[in-house]
Structure formats: C-alpha cells, structure tokens
Nanobody, 115 residues
Framework: QVRLVESGGGLVQAGGSLRLSCVAT????????MNWDRQALGKQRELVAT???????NYAGSVKGRFTISRDNAKNTVYLHMNSLKPEDTAVYYC?????????WGQGTQVTVSA
C-alpha cells in the first residue's frame, strides 16, 4: 500500500510559477516510476510528467520546457516545478506511483491559472 499526498496547488496568474509536492509513504521500495497527471474539467486525465526509479524523465509535449519533475529520495517526495503557466494548465493535478502490479494516486491538488 502506498499513500500519496499532494500539495502546492493554488491560483496564479498566467506567466507565473508554482511548485507541486507529492509525499509518498508506505511500501514504496518497489515503485518503478512516479507520474504527475492532470485532469481539466470536462476532459480526460492526461499524463504530464514522469520520473523513473533510475532518474529518467519524460514530459507531455504541452508542458515540455516549462515544467520540471524532480525528486528528493531522502524525503520520499516528488516535485513538479511549473513555470510560464498558461490558463490551459488549469486542472486538478494528481501524483501517481507505479508499481509492478498496481498503481496508486493521491487526492489531487487544484491549479488554477487566470488569464
């Protein structure tokens, strides 16, 4: 069992920045990757960024160059640094832990970008 708690969301103006945090507790030794997903109102959930256990990262095209995923293993925390935010980045952002047999999600944190 893995518990994920996201924080750091809020209201920001277009062009601004936010840093999201996801603290993982529980059985995390076999987590193979951590994702940040997002879901805007009325839209499907989409993958935003991934960081593997080996440290490789990958990004959705819509956020590449603006968002950075990182982690602090000592704190069991994954971050999503979001710069140059746009109104279309408005969504609930979810942390996702991938294990060989199951995936876990947090409760989400709302990010709202005003024009």
């Amino acid at each position: 069992q893995v518990r994920l708690v996201e924080s750091g969301g809020g209201l920001v103006q277009a062009g601004g920045s936010l840093r999201l945090s996801c603290v993982a507790t529980g059985s995390i030794v076999d987590v193979v990757a951590m994702n940040w997903d997002r879901q805007a109102l009325g839209k499907q959930r989409e993958l935003v960024a991934t960081i593997t256990s080996g440290g490789s990262t990958n990004y959705a095209g819509s956020v590449k160059g603006r968002f950075t995923i990182s982690r602090d293993n000592a704190k069991n925390t994954v971050y999503l640094h979001m710069n140059s935010l746009k109104p279309e980045d408005t969504a609930v952002y979810y942390c996702n832990a991938l294990k060989p047999r199951y995936n876990y999600w947090g409760q989400g944190t709302q990010v709202t970008v005003s024009a």
